[in-house]
């Protein structure tokens, strides 16, 4: 058995798949596609498949990686070759190959944000000495986080009428930031609901380095 991760795009209208049914999209394409998946043991066996981070429901991807686990070898550009060949619109394999990092080691994301608003509000925000904002725990409390912090490597630029920010987010652990808590802040700062597009760049290792 070998595992492998498939690095894969999820932009379009795939944006809108939840995870739960990206899970079963994803499986019904490796069948489909004939790849010599390894299944659980068990009497409800089911192909294993597994996803570092999975994307908030309306976010884009570029680099999302799945890991499966093959019964024999198969040469990797076959392998992305026949996925492409089944996922639907949206859902594209840009490579596979043998997994090097483990899930502990996924540290960050990194984020292009597209916030409809000036950039001059939002360098104000991101100037504030504190960016304090509700965050669901996951015993489905909540407690308040000041973004301020992990928004200081923030760039933003100005295209038109919307400002763009980049920004790298703790991603993978305990201490998960969604960008979607920074847009909820500068909501309540500027009274109104702030439209907004969301694209994960890329996931990475605590050096800097992809996460592959």
Same mark, same amino acid.
Request: glycine residues 6%.
């Given at each position: 058995? $070998?595992?492998?991760?498939?690095?894969?795009? $999820?932009?379009?209208?795939?944006?809108?798949?939840? #995870?739960?049914?990206?899970?079963?999209?994803?499986?019904?394409?490796?069948?489909?596609?004939?790849? /010599?998946?390894?299944? %659980?043991?068990? *009497?409800?066996? #089911?192909?294993?498949? %597994? *996803?570092?981070?999975?994307?908030?429901?309306?976010?884009?991807?570029?680099? =999302?990686?799945?890991?499966?686990?093959?019964?024999?070898?198969?040469?990797?550009?076959?392998?992305?070759?026949?996925?492409? &060949?089944?996922?639907? =619109?949206?859902?594209?394999?840009?490579?596979?190959?043998?997994?090097?990092?483990?899930?502990? !080691?996924? @540290?960050? +994301?990194?984020?292009?944000? %597209?916030?409809?608003?000036?950039?001059? +509000?939002?360098? +104000?925000?991101? +100037?504030? /000495? &504190?960016?304090?904002? =509700?965050?669901?725990?996951? $015993?489905? %409390?909540?407690?308040?986080?000041?973004?301020? /912090?992990? *928004?200081?490597?923030?760039?933003? $630029?100005?295209?038109?009428?919307?400002?763009?920010?980049?920004?790298?987010?703790?991603?993978?652990?305990?201490?998960?930031?969604?960008?979607?808590?920074?847009?909820?802040?500068?909501?309540?700062?500027?009274?109104?609901?702030?439209?907004?597009?969301?694209?994960?760049?890329?996931?990475? !290792?605590?050096?800097?380095?992809? @996460?592959?």
């Amino acid at each position: 058995m $070998k595992n492998v991760r498939i690095v894969f795009s $999820k932009t379009g209208r795939a944006k809108y798949v939840s #995870h739960l049914d990206l899970v079963r999209t994803m499986s019904r394409a490796v069948r489909r596609a004939g790849i /010599p998946l390894w299944y %659980t043991e068990g *009497f409800n066996r #089911h192909p294993y498949l %597994t *996803f570092a981070a999975p994307l908030s429901l309306g976010y884009e991807g570029l680099r =999302e990686t799945m890991d499966l686990r093959l019964e024999e070898d198969m040469p990797y550009d076959r392998l992305v070759e026949r996925l492409n &060949e089944v996922l639907p =619109e949206g859902l594209t394999a840009v490579s596979a190959a043998e997994a090097v990092c483990k899930a502990g !080691q996924l @540290f960050a +994301a990194e984020y292009r944000i %597209t916030l409809y608003c000036s950039a001059e +509000a939002v360098r +104000a925000a991101l +100037a504030l /000495p &504190e960016l304090p904002v =509700e965050k669901k725990t996951k $015993k489905k %409390t909540t407690k308040t986080v000041d973004l301020k /912090p992990y *928004f200081a490597n923030a760039t933003v $630029k100005e295209t038109g009428e919307t400002a763009v920010m980049t920004v790298t987010l703790p991603s993978g652990g305990a201490d998960n930031i969604n960008p979607g808590l920074f847009v909820t802040a500068l909501s309540g700062i500027l009274g109104s609901e702030i439209r907004v597009d969301v694209l994960r760049l890329r996931l990475l !290792q605590a050096d800097g380095t992809e @996460f592959l």
